[in-house]
């Protein structure tokens, strides 16, 4: 079966696929999910020109109608924003049953890198990627995130893994399934709010055109799988660790005494989170998906010129 008869490409994105231009992929769930509206929509919207001012093409991804989208316009953007929590979280096991039923769907990291490769393209600017959850050797509560990772030859430009994880069982999972964790300029993974973890990255790396080479290569090798770019929240945005870990505590805390697991778990942990911060963990959010925006459009410019 052909997936791409569920698929609409973005004149605009399909164009720049076609020319070999760059082109950088989003995840929508950031927009239902991440944050409140008006916010939400000027953050995307953000997100979008900054890809643009680093010379790529962005492409936010998306069910919308139950059509697989690759590059929303600003009025879908808008849509969603609005709508947000009322639309589903989609990962991988959801695309089927929302297409079939025709409804809207909010894009994972997991379903973001398959709709993403769908329309042939090849870098992924996110906030944080899902993991291995603390206390998974007894719930197996485990991102899907990982394993799409392990399957789908799409780059991720992250800032590390929510400190809401067991950061070193997420490393284990990924280098048992052969991912590549680069640090960008760094050789500790960092933690999404703060620049450090205490766990050390496979390989350091200190340009996007490092960055781009060893992508080619991978590819080139007929290796399977993505490469996991870890990127360190700028300094001026970077939170403190014991206060950002003392909420993360309380709200892990607080989702155990009420039950809350599965895909409600990271909403639940990070809205608590914002809670307890006063609302810092938001603005830290947002300024780190700007970063890795950047990062991922120099790294796709760098792609460009050598595959």
């Known amino acids: 079966m052909n997936m791409n008869r569920f698929l609409d490409v973005n004149p605009e994105v399909a164009a720049a696929v076609a ?3 760059p082109v950088v992929a989003l995840e929508s769930t950031i927009i239902s999910h991440g944050m409140p509206y008006p916010q939400n ?24 109608g139950g ?8 009025e879908e953007i808008e849509y969603f924003g609005k709508k947000g929590q009322a639309i589903a979280k989609a990962s991988r096991r959801d695309v089927a049953a929302l297409v079939a039923r025709g409804e809207d769907g909010a894009t994972t990291v997991t379903t973001t890198m398959m709709i993403a490769h769908m329309a042939g393209i090849k870098i992924f600017a996110t906030g944080g990627i899902g993991g291995v959850h603390r206390g998974a050797e007894t719930t197996m509560d485990i991102s899907a995130d990982l394993e799409e990772l392990a399957n789908t030859p799409v780059m991720v430009v ?7 994880l067991d950061l070193g069982l997420t490393l284990e999972y ?3 399934h052969g991912v590549p964790v680069i640090g960008y300029g760094t050789d500790e993974l960092p933690a999404f709010y ?8 496979d390989y350091r790396m200190d340009t996007p055109a490092e960055l781009a080479k060893t992508f080619h290569v991978q590819h080139e090798l007929g290796l399977k799988g993505g490469m996991l770019v870890t990127n360190p929240i700028p300094e001026e945005y970077s939170m403190d660790p014991a206060v950002i870990n003392g909420a993360i505590d309380q709200a892990i805390a607080e989702a155990k005494e009420q039950g809350i697991h599965g895909k409600a778990t990271t909403p639940f942990l990070l809205a ?16 780190l998906v700007y970063n890795n925006a950047a990062l991922a459009a120099k790294t796709a410019c760098e792609l460009c010129k050598i595959d």
């Open 158 to 164: 992250c800032a590390g893994a929510k400190s809401i």
């Open 19 to 21: 020319a070999g231009k």
């Open 41 to 64: 929509v000027e953050t995307a919207l953000n997100v979008e020109k900054i890809i643009r001012e680093n010379g790529a093409v962005p492409a936010t991804i998306a069910i919308i």
């Open 194 to 201: 703060t620049r450090k973890s205490g766990f050390g990255v």
């Open 174 to 176: 990924l280098e048992t």
């Open 67 to 74: 059509r697989l989208k690759a590059g929303l316009t600003p």
């Open 272 to 287: 608590k989170v914002k809670e307890l911060t006063g609302g810092d963990s938001l603005d830290s959010n947002i300024q």
